[in-house]
């Protein structure tokens, strides 16, 4: 035995030790593979009634936690941003356009500065 081996032997570091039971695999989620988009549209899935529409007239920028809020929970959102600057419409309206990104939604102009955002379960239709 060399200088090394007596070394780790002696730290107990030679050894490894083998465990008599092995792991038990939870095979549940291995075989079932959701595609990234899918499993957003089951985290963002309506809580409320999908029919409600929300209206909203933001004054300023500080109210976009309202428009998020709606809109997490699942509901169609009117933003009417005429009331506001054009400075800060334009941050609100890059606002909305972040919250649908990341909530897997849909951004839509439906007027001069008002937007609909729709969730990611509501199907818009133009004709």
Not at 13 to 28: A, I, K, R
Not at 53 to 59: D, E, R
């Amino acid at each position: 035995m060399g200088a090394v081996h007596k070394v780790v032997s002696y730290l107990g570091l030679s050894g490894v030790e083998h465990y008599d039971e092995g792991y038990e695999y939870d095979d549940q989620y291995e075989d079932e593979y959701v595609p990234a988009t899918e499993r957003a549209a089951r985290r963002w899935r309506a809580n409320v009634d999908s029919s409600r529409i929300v209206m909203v007239q933001p004054l300023k920028y500080n109210d976009a936690p309202v428009i998020g809020q709606h809109f997490r929970d699942g509901q169609t959102v009117i933003m009417d941003v005429t009331a506001m600057s054009m400075s800060e419409a334009t941050r609100m309206v890059d606002f909305a356009a972040g919250l649908v990104f990341g909530c897997e939604g849909r951004i839509e102009r439906i007027a001069e500065r008002v937007f609909l955002l729709a969730p990611a379960h509501v199907e818009i239709e133009v004709t």
